[in-house]
Protein backbone atom coordinates (compact mmCIF):
# COMPACT_ATOMS: atom_id res chain seq x y z
CA UNK A 1 0.00 0.00 0.00
CA UNK A 2 2.51 2.64 0.97
CA UNK A 3 4.31 1.99 -2.75
CA UNK A 4 0.94 2.33 -4.27
CA UNK A 5 0.51 5.93 -2.07
CA UNK A 6 3.77 7.00 -2.94
CA UNK A 7 3.46 6.52 -6.91
CA UNK A 8 0.06 8.27 -6.97
CA UNK A 9 1.16 11.03 -4.76
CA UNK A 10 4.35 11.67 -7.17
CA UNK A 11 2.29 11.32 -10.54
CA UNK A 12 0.24 14.65 -8.80
CA UNK A 13 2.43 16.50 -7.51
CA UNK A 14 4.41 16.63 -10.80
CA UNK A 15 1.15 16.50 -12.75
CA UNK A 16 -0.29 19.75 -11.20
CA UNK A 17 -0.12 23.03 -13.42
CA UNK A 18 0.26 26.15 -11.02
CA UNK A 19 -0.03 28.85 -13.64
CA UNK A 20 -3.36 30.44 -11.91
CA UNK A 21 -7.37 30.05 -12.50
CA UNK A 22 -7.86 31.83 -9.08
CA UNK A 23 -11.06 30.46 -6.98
CA UNK A 24 -13.11 33.28 -5.52
CA UNK A 25 -15.73 33.13 -2.48
CA UNK A 26 -18.86 31.54 -3.11
CA UNK A 27 -17.16 29.97 -6.15
CA UNK A 28 -19.51 26.62 -6.40
CA UNK A 29 -18.25 23.18 -8.01
CA UNK A 30 -20.04 20.18 -8.55
CA UNK A 31 -19.24 16.51 -10.21
CA UNK A 32 -19.41 12.92 -10.59
CA UNK A 33 -16.79 10.74 -8.33
CA UNK A 34 -15.83 7.75 -9.41
CA UNK A 35 -12.50 5.96 -8.07
CA UNK A 36 -10.97 2.34 -6.80
CA UNK A 37 -10.76 1.83 -3.03
CA UNK A 38 -8.22 -0.36 -1.75
CA UNK A 39 -9.36 -1.78 1.93
CA UNK A 40 -7.91 -3.93 4.89
CA UNK A 41 -8.57 -4.98 8.04
CA UNK A 42 -6.36 -3.82 11.68
CA UNK A 43 -5.84 -6.03 14.18
CA UNK A 44 -6.19 -9.28 11.78
CA UNK A 45 -4.43 -11.55 9.60
CA UNK A 46 -5.69 -11.12 5.92
CA UNK A 47 -4.67 -9.20 2.49
CA UNK A 48 -6.31 -6.03 0.51
CA UNK A 49 -9.52 -6.09 -1.06
CA UNK A 50 -10.57 -3.91 -4.10
CA UNK A 51 -13.61 -2.19 -4.72
CA UNK A 52 -15.35 0.97 -6.37
CA UNK A 53 -16.52 4.02 -5.39
CA UNK A 54 -19.60 5.74 -6.92
CA UNK A 55 -20.56 9.28 -5.98
CA UNK A 56 -21.31 13.01 -6.41
CA UNK A 57 -19.17 15.57 -4.69
CA UNK A 58 -19.84 19.42 -4.20
CA UNK A 59 -16.79 21.95 -3.25
CA UNK A 60 -17.58 25.23 -2.01
CA UNK A 61 -15.03 27.63 -1.81
CA UNK A 62 -14.81 30.59 1.08
CA UNK A 63 -12.08 32.14 -0.07
CA UNK A 64 -9.00 31.94 -3.22
CA UNK A 65 -7.10 28.66 -0.40
CA UNK A 66 -9.82 27.31 1.45
CA UNK A 67 -12.88 25.41 1.22
CA UNK A 68 -14.92 22.43 2.13
CA UNK A 69 -16.02 19.72 0.14
CA UNK A 70 -18.83 17.12 0.57
CA UNK A 71 -19.73 13.89 -1.02
CA UNK A 72 -22.10 11.70 -1.10
CA UNK A 73 -20.76 8.07 -2.05
CA UNK A 74 -20.95 4.48 -2.13
CA UNK A 75 -18.24 2.09 -1.55
CA UNK A 76 -17.50 -1.49 -1.51
CA UNK A 77 -14.97 -2.85 1.10
CA UNK A 78 -13.87 -5.51 3.00
CA UNK A 79 -11.01 -7.78 3.56
CA UNK A 80 -9.67 -10.97 2.10
CA UNK A 81 -8.48 -14.57 3.47
CA UNK A 82 -9.18 -12.61 7.15
CA UNK A 83 -7.98 -14.96 10.23
CA UNK A 84 -8.16 -14.20 13.95
CA UNK A 85 -6.55 -16.92 16.06
CA UNK A 86 -8.23 -20.40 14.96
CA UNK A 87 -11.34 -18.80 14.03
CA UNK A 88 -10.75 -20.16 10.28
CA UNK A 89 -10.15 -17.80 6.87
CA UNK A 90 -12.40 -15.67 5.53
CA UNK A 91 -13.42 -13.33 2.99
CA UNK A 92 -15.48 -10.36 3.68
CA UNK A 93 -17.36 -8.25 1.54
CA UNK A 94 -18.58 -4.95 3.18
CA UNK A 95 -20.75 -2.19 1.16
CA UNK A 96 -20.66 1.37 2.54
CA UNK A 97 -22.95 4.60 1.92
CA UNK A 98 -21.13 7.49 2.92
CA UNK A 99 -21.38 10.88 3.61
CA UNK A 100 -17.92 13.00 3.70
CA UNK A 101 -16.81 16.40 5.04
CA UNK A 102 -13.33 17.60 4.26
CA UNK A 103 -11.72 20.89 4.79
CA UNK A 104 -9.64 22.06 1.94
CA UNK A 105 -6.47 24.01 1.86
CA UNK A 106 -4.86 25.39 -1.82
CA UNK A 107 -1.28 26.09 -1.31
CA UNK A 108 -1.12 26.54 -5.13
CA UNK A 109 -3.88 26.96 -7.26
CA UNK A 110 -4.83 23.57 -8.91
CA UNK A 111 -3.67 21.56 -5.77
CA UNK A 112 -4.84 20.81 -2.17
CA UNK A 113 -4.69 19.29 1.07
CA UNK A 114 -7.41 18.35 2.83
CA UNK A 115 -8.67 16.40 6.05
CA UNK A 116 -12.09 15.61 7.13
CA UNK A 117 -14.48 13.08 8.66
CA UNK A 118 -16.14 9.89 6.93
CA UNK A 119 -19.94 8.79 8.03
CA UNK A 120 -20.93 5.75 6.53
CA UNK A 121 -23.91 3.32 6.78
CA UNK A 122 -23.34 -0.65 6.04
CA UNK A 123 -26.13 -1.25 3.58
CA UNK A 124 -24.75 -5.01 2.98
CA UNK A 125 -22.53 -7.54 4.70
CA UNK A 126 -21.67 -10.95 3.52
CA UNK A 127 -18.69 -13.28 4.68
CA UNK A 128 -17.29 -16.37 2.24
CA UNK A 129 -15.88 -19.19 3.91
CA UNK A 130 -15.37 -22.95 4.30
CA UNK A 131 -18.96 -23.05 5.34
CA UNK A 132 -20.47 -20.92 2.40
CA UNK A 133 -21.44 -17.79 1.87
CA UNK A 134 -24.15 -15.76 4.11
CA UNK A 135 -24.74 -12.55 5.00
CA UNK A 136 -23.62 -10.45 8.48
CA UNK A 137 -26.56 -8.00 8.95
CA UNK A 138 -27.35 -8.76 12.77
CA UNK A 139 -23.50 -8.64 13.60
CA UNK A 140 -21.75 -5.49 12.36
CA UNK A 141 -21.86 -2.22 13.48
CA UNK A 142 -24.39 -0.62 11.51
CA UNK A 143 -22.36 2.87 11.15
CA UNK A 144 -19.12 3.79 10.50
CA UNK A 145 -16.93 6.64 11.54
CA UNK A 146 -13.56 7.24 9.53
CA UNK A 147 -11.16 10.59 9.32
CA UNK A 148 -9.37 10.91 5.70
CA UNK A 149 -6.63 13.03 5.19
CA UNK A 150 -5.04 13.35 1.08
CA UNK A 151 -4.17 15.30 -1.80
CA UNK A 152 -5.94 16.48 -5.26
CA UNK A 153 -5.05 18.53 -8.12
CA UNK A 154 -7.65 19.91 -11.00
CA UNK A 155 -7.03 20.30 -14.26
CA UNK A 156 -9.40 22.16 -15.58
CA UNK A 157 -12.96 20.20 -15.24
CA UNK A 158 -10.60 17.41 -13.94
CA UNK A 159 -9.70 16.59 -10.29
CA UNK A 160 -7.54 13.49 -9.42
CA UNK A 161 -7.62 12.95 -5.74
CA UNK A 162 -5.33 10.07 -3.60
CA UNK A 163 -6.57 9.90 0.27
CA UNK A 164 -6.17 7.69 2.84
CA UNK A 165 -8.85 6.80 6.06
CA UNK A 166 -8.45 5.35 9.36
CA UNK A 167 -12.06 3.84 10.84
CA UNK A 168 -11.89 4.79 14.43
CA UNK A 169 -15.24 2.09 15.59
CA UNK A 170 -14.73 -1.74 15.43
CA UNK A 171 -16.31 -3.67 12.58
CA UNK A 172 -17.91 -6.27 14.28
CA UNK A 173 -20.16 -6.71 17.21
CA UNK A 174 -21.59 -9.14 19.35
CA UNK A 175 -20.32 -12.88 19.10
CA UNK A 176 -18.76 -12.03 15.76
CA UNK A 177 -16.44 -10.17 17.28
CA UNK A 178 -14.72 -12.95 18.03
CA UNK A 179 -14.09 -13.37 14.53
CA UNK A 180 -12.68 -9.65 14.15
CA UNK A 181 -11.82 -9.04 17.56
CA UNK A 182 -10.71 -5.06 17.23
CA UNK A 183 -10.86 -5.20 13.35
CA UNK A 184 -11.52 -1.33 12.25
CA UNK A 185 -10.98 -0.51 7.95
CA UNK A 186 -8.07 1.21 6.90
CA UNK A 187 -8.72 2.65 3.09
CA UNK A 188 -6.69 4.20 0.21
CA UNK A 189 -8.70 5.57 -2.04
CA UNK A 190 -7.88 6.99 -5.95
CA UNK A 191 -10.68 8.70 -7.49
CA UNK A 192 -11.71 11.06 -10.42
CA UNK A 193 -14.29 13.70 -10.16
CA UNK A 194 -15.52 16.07 -13.12
CA UNK A 195 -16.38 19.14 -12.01
CA UNK A 196 -18.91 22.06 -13.25
CA UNK A 197 -19.13 24.98 -12.10
CA UNK A 198 -22.88 26.58 -10.95
CA UNK A 199 -21.82 29.28 -9.28
Known amino acids: ?26 DIYIGPRIGVIMND ?21 FSNTISLNMGFNYTHQGGNNVKKGDTGIYDYDLDYINTEFALRYYPVDRFCVFAGVNLGRVVKSRI ?5 RYGLKDYMHKGSV ?17 SYSYQINKIARGSFADYLGDARNKSLVAS ?8
Not at 41 to 59: I, K, P, R
Not at 146 to 162: S, T, Y
Open 146 to 162: AFPVGLAANFKNCELGV
Open 1 to 26: MKKILLAIVTTLIFAVNVKAQKHGPW
Open 192 to 199: FVYRFQIF
Open 128 to 132: DGKEG
Open 41 to 61: FTDVEGSMETGMLLGVNAEVF
